[in-house]
């Protein structure tokens, strides 16, 4: 008799509750809106083309859950406050692709490839003028006052990033900060928006962010182009020593510390991909991702609402299983 596993649920799974998901059609709606909202037509078709090409809308979709899990509802208040922060992240994602000088994202061309670097630049800054300004006329003083804050932490964060590329003296402790200002803090921002009380929710959203980086990190290290979709190893090319490497170099591969510090072939990167999966990087990166969901968990208040607390319960976890799903052992 055949054995039936049963799969974990996927990060998308765990937010596809009905209130969520009605709620993301609504936000996809007031994105759009806010997207053709330039007096340049050439402007809205380029912000459009951005917002509309896709991805998994979490920080919305974690607004939205948020807003549920305080005691609050979806109403355009939580609408709007969803779109503004899916507005920075794509802005702050088109000022990445500029400054890592991208041709492509999710298979698509980016802005600065179609348009140049200097349009891609000001349609991003655009974007995050947008949703603050969008923010301050349309919520509140103090959601403006977060997103602003927010990207005063995202450039703060890239810059240092920048700042340290090929570094081979950089410290783990610097690559957390940088991850806790460039990913995590729009995480943060995503629950502090939902809600008035939306500071029960900060740390919560804090410690997944910095978790949820921390993994995408470690597979761009430990998977394969096959199972990513994209190509593996795209830190190492660009000489960003993140967290999971660092350690590993500290620890039981120390060997690979004459290869920080300046850029590798591709045939050196292949090396270093290869002994580190070898290595405990792995193990030991997943295990502190495992301490910082249950911090997270740790952290959520009482929630009433059902679909509100079994999403924010399962969703570190569900992105913990499915990173070990696409490591290479």
Known sequence: MPVHVTRPAGPEEVLAGPAVSAGLQRVERRLRSLSASSRLPSVSRAVT??????????????????????GGRIDRRTVTAAACVELVH??????????????????????????GDARALVVGDFMLARAALTALSSLSKPVAETLAATV???AEGQFQEAAELFDADRTPESALCSVRRKTASLFRASCLVAHPDGRALAEYGERFGTMFQILDDLLDL????????KPAGNDLRQ?????????????DCADLRPFLGRRLTEGEIGTVLTRLRAGSMAEETIAHCRDLAAD???????????EAAE?????????LDRAESLLVR
Not at 49 to 60: D, E, F, N, V
Not at 239 to 251: D, F, N
Not at 311 to 319: Q, S
């Open 49 to 70: 083309r951005i917002t509309g090409a896709g991805g998994k809308r979490l920080r919305p979709a974690l607004t939205l859950a948020a807003a549920l899990a305080l």
């Open 90 to 115: 794509a802005g702050s994602l088109v000022h990445d692709d500029l400054m890592d000088g991208a041709a492509e994202r999710r298979g698509v061309r980016t802005l600065n490839a179609e348009l």
């Open 152 to 154: 005063v932490e995202l």
């Open 222 to 229: 430990g998977s394969t182009a096959e199972l990513l979709g």
């Open 239 to 251: 000489g960003v020593y993140t967290l999971p490497l660092l350690t590993a170099v500290r620890g």
């Open 296 to 306: 997270a968990v740790a952290a959520l208040p009482g929630i009433a609402d059902p």
């Open 311 to 319: 999403a924010l319960h399962r969703l570190p976890y569900a992105y």
